[in-house]
Nanobody, 121 residues
Framework: QVQLVESGGGLVQPGGSLRLSCAAS????????MGWYRQAPGKERELVTT???????NYADSVKGRFTISRDNAKNTVYLQMNSLKPEDTAVYYC???????????????WGQGTQVTVSS
């Protein structure tokens, strides 16, 4: 089993910055893709950004140029640097990892519990 724990959310003014972290733990054999998703009130969960084990990245158009994803494979941790935040970025942000534990030969998707990001003056 793999557990994901996010941190770093909070309240920030428009134009401000926040950095989210997500640490994976457990009997991890390998992590393939890691990413961040978000869900605003009344809306469906949407992809924000992903990063592969080889550091290839993908971003939603709405965050390109403002958000940066990175990962530390040695620490099984993924980060999301969010700059120039807008009120429409307000949402619960969820960490996702496509990972394999030592107990299985398959990769599964794991989710964190979510962290609230609120952009407001």
């Amino acid at each position: 089993q793999v557990q994901l724990v996010e941190s770093g959310g909070g309240l920030v003014q428009p134009g401000g910055s926040l950095r989210l972290s997500c640490a994976a733990s457990g009997k991890i054999f390998s992590i393939n893709v890691m990413g961040w998703y978000r869900q605003a009130p009344g809306k469906e969960r949407e992809l924000v950004t992903t990063i592969t084990s080889g550091d290839s990245t993908n971003y939603a158009d709405s965050v390109k140029g403002r958000f940066t994803i990175s990962r530390d494979n040695a620490k099984n941790t993924v980060y999301l640097q969010m700059n120039s935040l807008k009120p429409e970025d307000t949402a619960v942000y969820y960490c996702n990892a496509n990972a394999r534990s030592y107990r299985t030969t398959r990769y599964y998707d794991y989710w964190g519990q979510g962290t609230q990001v609120t952009v407001s003056s």
